[in-house]
């Protein structure tokens, strides 16, 4: 079958460092994706990679390994605003998104 | 980005009411728009996929004839949620795709609340 598994919460200090693993099984693979989703608004997009290595876009960056199934998130320089839930999503052979429940990351001063 | 609307936002109906939600492509032509329900503290669960002029394809669990899906054209799908009940109160998202990528662009949501 097809999953998606990310930790349910973790918490992180203004102005540090944090890492968001996911890792996925899917049917065919098209590329992994992240989302930012804060409470009761849609999901918005962050990232995609479909080859491996590590992606960077300012603050976030993210990292792929198609061999181990593994992607992470990086969210340096942490700041108040970076408190949601970030959503990791596998590209099936399909083109269809499998969703995993969503990490909340919880930031405090 | 790519834009995506929905209408309405909030949405308080009684039971037994149909509700109709859009989503709208504003500034890109969209071949896939996907449906989407969450409730809270979950994930977002797929509720259907439709592609433009054609019928949209419906996840295992969900009843095609209570969330009747409409994808008249390249901008623009409609989810009509018929006979309302409260378990319905959900919070419905779409999303649309174009490109061969085929990012999701999201709707910024319709929470429907069913007294």
């Known amino acids: 079958g097809q999953n998606i598994d990310q930790p349910t919460e973790m918490t992180a200090t203004e102005g540090a460092i944090v890492q968001i693993n996911c890792t996925y099984q899917?049917?065919?693979?098209?590329?992994l994706f992240w989302y930012q989703q804060h409470a009761g608004e849609a999901p918005t997009f962050l990232s995609y990679?479909?080859l491996d290595g590590l992606e960077e876009k300012g603050r976030f960056s993210s990292f792929l390994s198609r061999s181990k199934g593994y992607s992470y998130l990086l969210l340096k320089e942490l700041q108040m605003k970076d408190s949601a839930s970030y959503l990791c999503?596998?590209?099936?052979?399909?083109?269809?998104?499998?969703w995993g429940a969503g990490t909340k990351l919880i930031i405090k001063p | 980005g790519a834009v995506v609307s929905q209408h309405p936002s909030w949405v308080i109906c009684k039971s037994g009411t149909s509700v109709k939600i859009e989503c709208r492509s504003l500034?890109?032509?969209?071949?896939?728009m996907f449906w989407y329900r969450q409730f809270p503290k979950q994930s977002l669960m797929l509720m259907a996929t439709s592609n433009e002029g054609s019928k949209a394809t419906y996840e295992q669990g969900v009843e095609k004839d209570k969330f009747l899906i409409n994808h008249a054209s390249l901008t623009l799908s409609t989810l009509t949620v018929t006979s309302a009940h409260p378990e319905d109160s959900s919070f419905y998202i779409c999303s649309a795709s174009a490109g061969e990528r085929q990012e999701q662009f999201f709707g910024p949501g319709t929470r429907l609340t069913v007294l």
């Open positions: 990679n479909v």
């Open positions: 999503a596998a590209m099936d052979s399909n083109y269809q998104l499998i």
């Open positions: 899917t049917s065919g693979f098209n590329g």
């Open positions: 500034d890109f032509q969209a071949t896939t």
